[in-house]
T-cell receptor
Framework: DGGITQSPKYLFRKEGQNVTLSCEQNLNHDAMYWYRQDPGQGLRLIYYSQIVNDFQKGDIAEGYSVSREKKESFPLTVTSAQKNPTAFYLC??????????FGQGTRLTVV | RKEVEQDPGPFNVPEGATVAFNCTYS??????FFWYRQDCRKEPKLLMS???SGNEDGRFTAQLNRASQYISLLIRDSKLSDSATYLC????????????FGKGTLLTVNP
């Protein structure tokens, strides 16, 4: 089945650790996105990529890094510089004339 | 001015009511507009794309006013199952794939 897959579903991070969230799509979409959602809040854009080997900062990129080495994959690293990383992270993909499809999300908790 | 501003809500309505959601955007070059629905602790899913001429899908009607940079969603004869958060989404113009979400409006339909 075509779709977008995020893993893991739940992730626990110790203070000072970097963690990487996975996002894979087999929809042949050009663009991929990472959003962060805090309780009762909307989605805030972290990074997006319109094409392989290129990505743009969103509104809250500080403390995060991404790579886009393959069209299918857009991993997000939450670095130790991100001071408040506990949130729900959503990955999405789309192509022109097509709506964005989302993965099921990763809930990250700092312990 | 924020890129996308949405009625904060929340809205509590009885079954059968008509409810309207409104959203304004700041970038006049924006090309594509969508309404998404998000259930509690789930990923957002597309409800409707919004076209210049307006579009209807059953009980749902979406409108776009480019001159006022305003989009709307009308739900008629609301059902209990319509209870969710409704998010307006705006995509940048031209080759800009940036997707910006409003903060969302929580709707609760009561029996």
């Amino acid at each position: 089945d075509g779709g977008i897959t995020q893993s893991p579903k739940y992730l626990f991070r110790k203070e000072g650790q970097n963690v990487t969230l996975s996002c894979e799509q087999n929809l042949n979409h050009d663009a991929m996105y990472w959003y962060r959602q805090d309780p009762g809040q909307g989605l805030r854009l972290i990074y997006y990529s319109q094409i392989v080997n290129d990505f743009q900062k969103g509104d809250i990129a500080e403390g995060y890094s991404v790579s886009r080495e393959k069209k299918e994959s857009f991993p997000l690293t939450v670095t130790s510089a991100q001071k408040n990383p506990t949130a729900f992270y959503l990955c999405a993909s789309r192509s022109p004339q097509v709506e964005a499809f989302f993965g099921q999300g990763t809930r990250l908790t700092v312990v | 001015r924020k890129e996308v501003e949405q009625d904060p809500g929340p809205f509590n309505v009885p079954e059968g009511a008509t409810v309207a959601f409104n959203c304004t955007y700041s970038n006049s070059a924006s090309q594509s507009f969508f309404w998404y629905r998000q259930d509690c602790r789930k990923e957002p899913k597309l409800l409707m794309s919004v076209y210049s001429s307006g579009n209807e899908d059953g009980r749902f009607t979406a409108q776009l006013n480019r001159a006022s940079q305003y989009i709307s969603l009308l739900i008629r004869d609301s059902k209990l199952s319509d209870s969710a958060t409704y998010l307006c989404v705006v995509m940048g113009g031209g080759s800009n794939y940036k997707l910006t979400f409003g903060k969302g409006t929580l709707l609760t339909v009561n029996p």
